[in-house]
C-alpha cells in the first residue's frame, strides 16, 4: 500500500468494493502482519455464502486495485511499551489481529510474557501452521480443538483433551493466573466471544483487562 | 460458530473505528459514553453494533437501548446520539 502510514497490533482495515452499477459493499479485516513499510498482511477466510469474502479470496487477482481505510482501531491494539501479561484467546479466524500481535512483539524483541489459547474446530482449519509452532521464546501457544482432533497423530495431542468448547479448566491451565493482572485479548465470533470473556470475569479476572473483538456470526 | 443464533446477530464497536474516522479527528472506539437508559458507562468499542439495518445500530450492552445510529448517504453522514448523555474522548493514546 503506497504511503502506508505503519500500523498498531490489532488494528484493521476496512476493505471497499465497488461494482460498475455503483453498488458499493464494505467488510473490516484485522491486519495479520506486524508493521513493516508498505506491505500490508490481511488473512481472509472464505465464508460460503459471503457477500465480499469469495470474491476476495476467488475472484480478485494478483495486481487488482481494492480500496482500503485505515489503519483504523485504537483499542483493541497492543502496544510494544506494554510489558504487562499478555493473554490472547482467538476462535477461528480471530487469530489474525492477534497474530500481528505475537509478530509484533517478536519483531520488536518485547519480553512481555504471551500465552496463546487458539480454539479452532479442525486441524484443517488451523492458520499459520509452522509459525506458532514455532512462536518463539516467550510465546507459549496452546491448540483446542472443538470437534475433531488431529487423526493419526504420532505425537500425543497437547494438551490431550476430547474436542470441546474452551471451558474454565482449560483458561486456568493455559491462561495465566487473575494475579498476575494480564491484560487480556479475546476475537472470534460473537458467541465464542461472549462465552470466553465470561469463563475469564468468573475466574476473577478484572472486566477492565479484557478487551474483546467479535466480528459476528462468521465474519463474512 | 456455524450457524447464526441471535447472541451471534451482532459486532462489537471496534468495527466503527473506521467509519466514524470520516467524521472525528480522535481515535473513537477509546471513547466512554454514557448510556441514556441505564447511565452505565462503556467504551464504544464494547457497543453491540448490528450492521443489516441501512447503516450502523449500536446498543448499550449493559441494557440494549440503542446508544447510537450512523447512516451514509451519499452526500452527507447521519450520527443520532440520542441514547448517548455525554462523550469523553480520550486525547491521547493509550
Same mark, same amino acid.
Given at each position: 500500500?503506497?504511503?502506508?502510514?505503519?500500523?498498531? *497490533?490489532?488494528?484493521?482495515?476496512? !476493505? &471497499? =468494493?465497488?461494482?460498475?452499477? #455503483?453498488?458499493?459493499?464494505?467488510?473490516?479485516?484485522?491486519? *495479520?502482519?506486524?508493521?513493516?513499510?508498505?506491505?500490508?498482511?490481511?488473512?481472509?477466510?472464505?465464508?460460503?455464502?459471503?457477500?465480499?469474502?469469495?470474491?476476495?479470496?476467488?475472484?480478485?487477482?494478483?495486481?487488482?486495485?481494492?480500496?482500503?481505510?485505515?489503519?483504523?482501531?485504537?483499542?483493541?491494539?497492543?502496544?510494544?511499551?506494554?510489558?504487562?501479561?499478555?493473554?490472547?484467546?482467538? #476462535? #477461528?479466524?480471530?487469530?489474525?489481529?492477534?497474530?500481528?500481535?505475537?509478530?509484533?512483539? &517478536?519483531?520488536?524483541?518485547?519480553?512481555?510474557?504471551?500465552?496463546?489459547?487458539?480454539?479452532?474446530?479442525?486441524?484443517?482449519?488451523?492458520?499459520?501452521?509452522?509459525? =506458532? =509452532?514455532? *512462536?518463539?521464546?516467550?510465546?507459549? *501457544?496452546?491448540?483446542?480443538?472443538?470437534? &475433531?482432533?488431529?487423526?493419526?497423530?504420532?505425537?500425543?495431542?497437547?494438551?490431550?483433551?476430547?474436542?470441546?468448547? =474452551?471451558?474454565?479448566?482449560?483458561?486456568?491451565?493455559? #491462561?495465566?493466573?487473575?494475579?498476575?493482572?494480564?491484560?487480556?485479548?479475546?476475537?472470534?465470533?460473537?458467541?465464542?466471544?461472549?462465552?470466553?470473556?465470561?469463563?475469564? !470475569?468468573?475466574?476473577?479476572?478484572?472486566?477492565?483487562?479484557?478487551?474483546?473483538?467479535?466480528?459476528?456470526?462468521?465474519?463474512? | 460458530?456455524?450457524?447464526?443464533?441471535?447472541?451471534?446477530?451482532?459486532?462489537?464497536?471496534?468495527?466503527?473505528?473506521?467509519?466514524?474516522?470520516?467524521?472525528?479527528?480522535?481515535?473513537?472506539?477509546?471513547?466512554?459514553?454514557?448510556?441514556?437508559?441505564?447511565?452505565?458507562?462503556?467504551?464504544?468499542?464494547?457497543?453491540?453494533?448490528?450492521?443489516?439495518?441501512?447503516?450502523?445500530?449500536?446498543?448499550?450492552?449493559?441494557?440494549?437501548?440503542?446508544?447510537?445510529?450512523?447512516?451514509?448517504?451519499?452526500?452527507?453522514?447521519?450520527?443520532?446520539?440520542?441514547?448517548?448523555?455525554?462523550?469523553?474522548?480520550?486525547?491521547?493514546?493509550?
Amino acid at each position: 500500500v503506497p504511503e502506508w502510514p505503519g500500523h498498531l *497490533a490489532g488494528q484493521h482495515v476496512d !476493505v &471497499r =468494493l465497488t461494482a460498475e452499477d #455503483g453498488y458499493s459493499t464494505q467488510r473490516s479485516y484485522s491486519i *495479520a502482519s506486524a508493521s513493516d513499510g508498505e506491505i500490508v498482511e490481511l488473512t481472509i477466510q472464505r465464508v460460503e455464502d459471503g457477500e465480499v469474502s469469495p470474491y476476495l479470496v476467488d475472484g480478485l487477482a494478483l495486481g487488482d486495485a481494492v480500496e482500503l481505510r485505515g489503519p483504523v482501531g485504537g483499542w483493541f491494539v497492543w502496544r510494544p511499551k506494554q510489558t504487562e501479561h499478555v493473554l490472547l484467546v482467538a #476462535g #477461528g479466524s480471530g487469530l489474525v489481529p492477534l497474530m500481528a500481535m505475537i509478530r509484533t512483539r &517478536r519483531a520488536v524483541g518485547s519480553l512481555a510474557p504471551f500465552r496463546l489459547i487458539y480454539s479452532v474446530r479442525t486441524p484443517e482449519e488451523r492458520l499459520y501452521k509452522p509459525e =506458532l =509452532l514455532q *512462536a518463539g521464546p516467550g510465546t507459549d *501457544a496452546v491448540l483446542l480443538y472443538t470437534r &475433531r482432533v488431529p487423526e493419526g497423530s504420532q505425537r500425543p495431542q497437547r494438551p490431550q483433551r476430547p474436542p470441546g468448547r =474452551l471451558d474454565a479448566e482449560d483458561a486456568k491451565e493455559w #491462561g495465566w493466573p487473575a494475579d498476575f493482572e494480564p491484560t487480556i485479548y479475546i476475537c472470534g465470533p460473537t458467541g465464542f466471544v461472549e462465552h470466553a470473556a465470561n469463563i475469564f !470475569v468468573d475466574l476473577g479476572h478484572d472486566a477492565g483487562r479484557i478487551r474483546t473483538e467479535r466480528f459476528g456470526p462468521s465474519g463474512g | 460458530m456455524e450457524s447464526t443464533t441471535p447472541q451471534d446477530a451482532y459486532q462489537d464497536g471496534n468495527m466503527l473505528a473506521g467509519p466514524l474516522s470520516e467524521i472525528f479527528l480522535a481515535e473513537m472506539t477509546r471513547t466512554v459514553g454514557t448510556c441514556a437508559g441505564c447511565r452505565t458507562s462503556h467504551m464504544l468499542a464494547q457497543l453491540r453494533v448490528y450492521g443489516h439495518a441501512p447503516g450502523f445500530v449500536a446498543r448499550c450492552p449493559a441494557c440494549g437501548i440503542v446508544n447510537m445510529r450512523l447512516v451514509r448517504g451519499p452526500t452527507d453522514v447521519w450520527l443520532d446520539m440520542t441514547g448517548t448523555l455525554n462523550l469523553r474522548i480520550p486525547m491521547r493514546e493509550a
